[in-house]
């Protein structure tokens, strides 16, 4: 059973540029949260994703924007980048019910560096 | 969001008992306190969670104050691969997970 998978692993963009980062939740779940983690710090939340829909969002500019689709993957957009979208971005599935535990499970991320 | 107060890091010998604490002062009475933990290079990973009772798995234990203001982690013999930042965050129903900077745990072999 395939974990959550994320695409790409590592990539560098200059500053102005968009990206596309891309995410698979685990088998069976629904719902995809994705995080911005900077370096030294714990991951900030970016926004959630039920039914093809944002769902709940967090302090982040209209900059980055998601899509999900009918297979439940997801992408994370950033438009016009800058120095401090320097980060690892993670993506975290889990089912909307939230399971037994209520656990998200987590990709192992995207590192993107802006130059 | 309630706020949580963790030491920036640990140290552990291999194979000892370790106690991560935490103090979650201002928690709700519908927050669960759960656990994550990310290794080097990984995602955040769950690790366990509690409302009100002391709660064993397999990975860990969590023992809760009574007056649930804080509670702490307890892994019960240290391994290398325990070497992580470990978060405590109080979290309702299916809200978001919010991160602190949490705890680096380091083991010495």
């Known amino acids: 059973d395939a974990g959550v998978t994320q695409s790409p692993t590592h990539l560098i963009k200059t500053r102005g540029q968009q990206v596309t980062l891309r995410c698979s939740p685990k088998?069976?779940?629904?719902?995809v949260s994705w995080y911005q983690q900077a370096l030294g710090q714990g991951p900030q939340f970016i926004f959630q994703?039920?039914?093809?829909?944002?769902?709940q969002r967090g302090n982040f500019p209209d900059r980055f924007s998601g899509h999900q689709f009918p297979n439940y993957s997801s992408e994370l957009n950033v438009n016009a980048l800058l120095l401090g979208d320097s980060a690892l971005y993670l993506c975290a599935s889990s089912p909307l019910a939230g399971g037994v535990t209520g656990e998200l499970f987590f990709g192992e991320g995207s590192r993107l560096t802006v130059l | 969001d309630a706020k949580t107060t963790q030491p920036n890091s640990m140290e552990s010998n291999e194979e000892e008992p370790v106690h991560l604490p935490c103090n979650h002062s201002?928690?709700?009475?519908?927050?669960?306190i759960h656990w994550y933990r990310q290794l080097p290079s990984q995602g955040p990973e769950y690790v366990i969670h509690?409302?009100?009772s002391n709660v064993n798995n397999r990975m860990a234990s969590l023992a809760i104050a009574e007056d649930r203001k804080s509670s702490t982690l307890i892994l019960h013999r240290a391994t290398l691969r325990d070497a992580a930042v470990y978060y405590c965050?109080?979290?309702?129903?299916?809200?978001?997970?919010?991160f602190g900077k949490g705890t680096r745990l380091s083991v010495i072999a």
């Open positions: 994703y039920y039914e093809e829909e944002e769902r």
């Open positions: 201002t928690i709700s009475g519908t927050d669960y």
């Open positions: 088998s069976g779940h629904d719902t």
């Open positions: 965050i109080p979290r309702s129903g299916n809200t978001p997970l919010v």
């Open positions: 509690g409302l009100t």
